[in-house]
């Protein structure tokens, strides 16, 4: 059975970095993209970023290019979130997923605020 472990969120001042962490189980990781998502309250999940098997990320979501930055080890079976110079606007729970999956883990917090 897939299942998604993510870790890393927290509380930060605008202008911080955190580094999530995906880690997975029940699946072939090398072979499939990964996505992160976040919903912030009242608002529908939303796209952050997609990467593929290889580590190239197909994309990013428009609010956080250049701040966010998408990676993975497919010996792990992990995939990460390096993220900078957040804004309030980033509060959300994070989550990941195998792309296809209809599975999704507890997701972490993320708080920007000063």
């Known amino acids: 059975q897939e299942k998604f472990v993510e870790s890393g969120g927290g509380r930060v001042q605008p202008g911080g970095s955190l580094r999530l962490a995906c880690v997975t189980s029940?699946?072939?990781?090398?072979?499939?993209?990964m996505n992160w998502y976040r919903q912030a309250p009242g608002q529908e999940r939303e796209l952050v970023a997609r990467i593929a098997p290889s580590g190239v990320v197909r994309k990013y979501g428009d609010s956080v290019k250049g701040r966010f930055t998408a990676s993975r080890s497919n010996a792990d079976a992990t995939a990460w979130l390096q993220m900078d110079n957040l804004k309030p606007e980033d509060t959300a729970v994070y989550y990941c997923?195998?792309?296809?999956?209809?599975?999704w883990g507890q997701g972490t917090q993320v708080t920007v605020s000063s």
């Open positions: 029940g699946f072939t990781f090398r072979f499939y993209e």
């Open positions: 997923q195998k792309v296809g999956s209809t599975t």
